[in-house]
């Protein structure tokens, strides 16, 4: 099994819309960080979180570790099709240099 | 851009060969990342390296290895390949030396091997 689920796989939402996607760990973090994916390219680093009940902002996009820092909810506002892509949450667990990534989100904006 | 390069982008090949992925990094970082993407695996860390120094390994295969020269740059060679190998191949950079923290990723590498 996973050590980060996300949820949901996929999401498809009208312009406009709001919308959430969860990362789950199946540990405490050390470390949670969102990354977003355009179809073939590189990762491009959106937010990092540490602290449990953290919350940080992106431009429209807004992210939150709970407090018992096992899980993660990104939130995008009156989303665009600039949005759309494939989300990815990335973990580090304390007492390894390890990098685990999530199963990603991908996100589709009609427009 | 991310500061992160990669050769070649694309790569075809027949089973049982043998290719070299290249990576440079960002300027002033000292770790180095690489990492598989497949449809069915999704993105897998492969290992680290932080200043020509191995830190950490991953899911990775005994036929493939790497490597990380004075100058920074790594390499990943992948070799013995079979249809399973064909994926992206990422390489990702960072100030950091602990597997944490921001990285800036490469445009990535993608295999075929038919």
């Known amino acids: 099994s996973q050590e980060l689920e996300q949820s949901p796989q996929s999401l498809i939402v009208q312009e406009g819309k709001n919308l959430t996607i969860n990362c789950t760990s199946s540990k405490t973090l050390y470390g949670l960080y969102w990354y977003k994916q355009k179809y073939g390219e590189g990762l491009i680093f959106l937010m990092m979180?540490?602290?449990?009940?953290e919350e940080k902002s992106h431009e429209k996009i807004t992210a939150k570790l709970d407090e018992k820092k096992q899980q993660s909810s990104l939130h995008i506002t009156a989303s665009q099709p600039s949005h759309a892509g494939i989300y990815l949450c990335g973990a580090v667990y304390s007492g390894t240099y390890k990098y685990i990534f999530g199963t990603g989100t991908r996100l589709k904006v009609l427009a | 851009d991310s500061g992160v390069t990669q050769t070649p982008k694309h790569l075809i090949t027949a089973t049982g060969q043998r290719v070299t992925l290249r990576c440079s990094p960002r300027s002033g970082d000292l770790s180095v990342y690489w990492y598989q993407q497949s449809l069915d695996q999704g993105l897998q860390f492969l290992i680290q390296?932080?200043?020509?120094?191995?830190?950490a390994k991953g899911n990775i295969l005994e036929r493939f290895s790497a490597q990380q020269f004075p100058d920074l740059h790594s390499e990943l060679n992948l070799s013995s390949l079979e249809l399973g190998d064909s994926a992206l191949y990422f390489c990702?950079?960072?100030?950091?030396?602990?597997?944490?923290?921001?990285?800036?990723f490469g445009p990535g590498t993608r295999l075929t091997v038919t």
């Open positions: 390296y932080y200043n020509g120094e191995e830190r």
């Open positions: 990702a950079s960072s100030v950091e030396l602990q597997g944490g923290g921001e990285q800036y």
């Open positions: 979180l540490q602290k449990g009940g």
